[in-house]
Nanobody, 131 residues
């Protein structure tokens, strides 16, 4: 069982920045692939970013086209924490942001991580971007 706790959400003006954090339990965090998803009111949950374990201390980052170049996913394995740095925020980024954990072999395809079939989910943190 892995517990995920997000933090860092809030209200920000368009063009501003926020950094979300997700603290995870578990002894083998370095071998977890982690993802961020978001869900706006009336919409389906959508992929934002993933940081994928590729073996040893190697990770691959992947992003949705809508956030590529503005958002950065990173992790600190010593702190069992994954981050989502969000810059140049837009009103359409307003959503509840969820952290998720997926445990797969390091050879799994990248596209597997944009699929919301993750093993564990956090409770979400609200991000509101005002225009």
């Amino acid at each position: 069982q892995v517990q995920l706790v997000e933090s860092g959400g809030g209200l920000v003006q368009a063009g501003g920045s926020l950094r979300l954090s997700c603290a995870a339990s578990g002894r083998t965090f370095s071998q977890y692939s982690m993802g961020w998803f978001r869900q706006a009111p009336g919409k389906e949950r959508e992929f934002v970013a993933a940081i994928i374990w590729r073996g040893k201390n190697t990770y691959e980052a992947d992003y949705a086209d809508s956030v590529r170049g503005r958002f950065t996913i990173s992790r600190d394995n010593a702190k069992n924490t994954v981050y989502l740095q969000m810059n140049s925020l837009k009103p359409e980024d307003t959503a509840v942001y969820y952290c998720a954990c997926k445990m797969r072999p390091p050879t799994s395809g990248t596209s597997d991580y944009s699929d919301p079939k993750y093993d564990y989910w956090g409770q979400g943190t609200q991000v509101i971007v005002s225009s």
